[in-house]
């Protein structure tokens, strides 16, 4: 017998079931060690988990382009908003310029974090990130009548070190015939950020339902309930080929508000 096997013998089973428990512990340990090691490994898509948009083994999948829609208000389609004095901010609850009025809702904060889908998800600085949506009512400012005169729930700002921006606004509305949504145009830099030409991506963010439930279930939105009766991800006429890119993590409730949060891979 090996001089350490002696180590152990004079405490009995009493010892030989504690040396056992310790091993098996040591061992749980090492397993929970090792598959920790390894979740930076799984995906990319919309799961962050570094918390600057990069998974760990250099990948993720650009994000879909999306159609702007018809109330973008960056000049491809009416007013320029891009152009407007004030524009650039993180809080877009409020209209800016000669325009006066605040859009009423749910309080939402949203974190874009924008990565390199052509090198290795890198966070991208210095680009400019333009963000859109309609109010409580369902309603665009800019565009939809009683608001043709704001320009609230708009704003472009600048990312970060992280690649990332992040908007103060409130919950979106459900309208009928689309899912809860936001929109988003990504600009080389902010310098060049007032014009819909000079965009080098556009997407949506989608919402998910059970957060939608609960802000829809407030004053305010009660029309937004029986628009998301009738309508989903797969139905959806921009989410229906796949949303798992664009869908945000949202957490929160509707005392303290809501935090969106969504990687967006773009190719550069």
């Known amino acids: 017998m090996h001089e350490h096997d002696h180590e152990h013998d004079d405490g009995g089973l009493a010892q030989d079931l504690k040396l ?6 040591r061992r749980a340990l090492l397993r ?13 898509g919309g799961a962050d ?8 083994d250099g990948t993720c999948s650009r994000i879909p382009t999306e159609t702007a829609g018809p109330y973008p208000g960056d000049g491809s389609n009416g007013p320029n908003v891009l152009t407007e004095t004030g524009i650039v901010r993180s809080d877009i609850r ?4 000669s325009a006066s009025g605040t859009a009423a809702g749910i309080p939402l904060t949203v974190t874009l974090t924008l990565v390199n889908a052509s090198g290795t998800c890198e966070p991208l600085q210095g680009y400019a990130i333009y963000l859109w949506h309609c109010d409580r ?25 992280n690649g990332q921006v992040t908007f103060t606004t409130i919950f979106p ?19 060049s ?4 030409g000079n965009k080098i991506a556009t997407s949506q963010l989608a919402l998910p339902k059970a957060s939608c439930d609960e802000v829809y279930a407030t004053t305010g939105y009660s029309a937004s309930v029986s628009n998301l009766k009738q309508v989903s991800l797969s139905s959806d006429n921009v989410f229906s080929d796949g949303a798992d890119t664009q869908l945000a993590t949202v957490t929160g409730n509707t005392t303290d508000g809501y935090v969106a949060k969504l990687n967006v891979p773009i190719a550069v």
């Open 20 to 25: 056992l428990r310790a091993s098996m512990e």
């Open 32 to 44: 929970f060690a090792l598959g920790a090691s390894l979740l930076p490994l799984i995906g990319c």
């Open 49 to 56: 988990t570094s918390g600057d948009g990069t998974t760990g």
């Open 94 to 97: 409020t209209s800016v310029g």
């Open 137 to 161: 009512e369902g309603r665009y400012s800019l565009y939809s009548s009683g608001v043709t005169s704001q320009n609230y729930l708009r704003g472009v700002q600048e990312t970060d070190a």
């Open 173 to 191: 509305a459900c309208y009928s015939g689309r899912w809860p949504h936001i929109h988003f145009e990504i600009y080389p830099a902010l310098a």
């Open 193 to 196: 950020a007032t014009k819909a």
